[in-house]
């Protein structure tokens, strides 16, 4: 499997963006890139995923690097709630049902 | 509610029993997951399923057995338990790729199991 790098913390104010870098320098043609994050005692959650468009929904915004070997996740305004580790995650768009591979993610920090 | 469940949130047994871990979704989703999350590994797939009556290992199945005799149920039986299965255990699930597209996995809130 392809792998990603992440920095292992990060930090932030509230209300400010945070911007979120992962490199995949050996990603495939058809893997896919996500995101999810895990709140404090709580199961992993999805935040969104792209192929090679950028790409928004309610939670954030995925800019994908023109040749894809770095994707950067985007919260237009942190709150205390975004604190979490933040997982980016290549998955094979041919494999039905495929396995998620989980590193050790960024550590996100808001401060008040 | 619709969603994943997984029971109990907490449990704490001896070595050599044997614990069954639960995981209920209402979605009808075909694909289920079972994960286990140790600090410094990260999370790590056990076992998954396809559909009913069809599983298959994951990355650290050794010493689990799974079933799936009902879409909506699958769980995760240790059959002796040892100390180094004391780790948090997540169960997802999701629907199979569309097309190209991949659908997202829905975790449940764990359990938090602890061998003596």
């Known amino acids: 499997d392809a792998k990603t790098t992440q920095p292992n913390s990060m930090e932030s104010n509230e209300e400010e963006p945070v911007h979120l870098p992962c490199n995949h320098s050996?990603?495939?043609?058809?893997?896919?890139i996500h995101w999810y994050r895990q709140l404090p005692s709580q199961g992993p959650e999805y935040v969104i995923h792209?192929?090679?468009s950028n790409v928004n929904n309610r939670m954030a915004s995925l800019a994908i690097a023109e040749d894809r070997k770095s994707s950067t996740l985007i919260l237009h305004r942190a709150t205390l709630r975004d604190a979490a580790v933040y997982y980016c995650?290549?998955?094979?768009?041919?494999?039905?049902?495929?396995?998620?591979?989980f590193g050790e993610g960024t550590q996100l920090t808001v401060n008040p | 509610d619709a969603g994943i469940t997984q029971s109990p949130r907490y449990k704490i047994t001896e070595t050599g029993r044997q614990v069954t871990l639960m995981c209920h979704q209402t979605?009808?989703?075909?694909?289920m997951f079972w994960y286990r999350q140790d600090l410094g590994h990260g999370l790590r797939l056990i076992y998954y399923?396809?559909?009913?009556?069809?599983?298959d290992k994951g990355e650290v199945p050794d010493g689990y057995v799974v079933s799936r005799s009902k879409t909506e149920n699958f769980p995760l039986t240790l059959e002796s338990a040892t100390r180094s299965q004391t780790s948090v255990y997540f169960c997802?699930?999701?629907?199979?790729?569309?097309?190209?597209?991949?659908?997202?996995?829905?975790f449940g809130d764990g359990t938090r199991l602890s061998i003596l």
């Open positions: 997802a699930s999701s629907e199979p790729r569309t097309g190209f597209s991949n659908q997202p996995q829905h």
């Open positions: 050996t990603i495939s043609g058809t893997d896919y």
């Open positions: 792209g192929l090679t």
């Open positions: 995650i290549l998955r094979d768009g041919e494999t039905s049902g495929s396995r998620l591979t």
């Open positions: 979605w009808s989703h075909s694909y």
């Open positions: 399923s396809a559909a009913a009556d069809i599983t």
